[in-house]
């Protein structure tokens, strides 16, 4: 059996639940969610979720979104603003 090898670009943020942080982890190829204790332990879990997405998509006879990595600028943009709250 051939072997491929998929990268796909995966978002991690933490968030603050109940005084406590945890890690929220996104692949928006895939649309694919999850979170966990730890970077560690998120970027495992969304491994198992992505895999189980492409294996889903694989059994539906569906065609694997990837990702163009090579092609993809990711930046991030710094707004100045003076107002945070909408105008009444």
């Known amino acids: 059996m051939e072997k491929h090898v ?9 968030e603050k639940v109940e005084g406590k942080i945890v890690y929220n982890a996104y692949c928006p190829t895939l649309d694919v969610i999850d979170y966990g204790d730890s970077i560690e332990e998120v970027l495992e879990s969304i491994k198992d979720g992505i895999r189980l997405a492409i294996e889903c998509l694989l059994e539906e006879k569906k ?6 990595i090579s092609e993809q600028l990711i930046a991030t943009v710094r707004i100045s603003t003076n107002r945070l709250t909408p105008a009444i």
């Open 63 to 68: 065609e694997v979104p990837k990702d163009k």
């Open 6 to 14: 998929l990268n796909y670009r995966v978002i991690v943020e933490p």
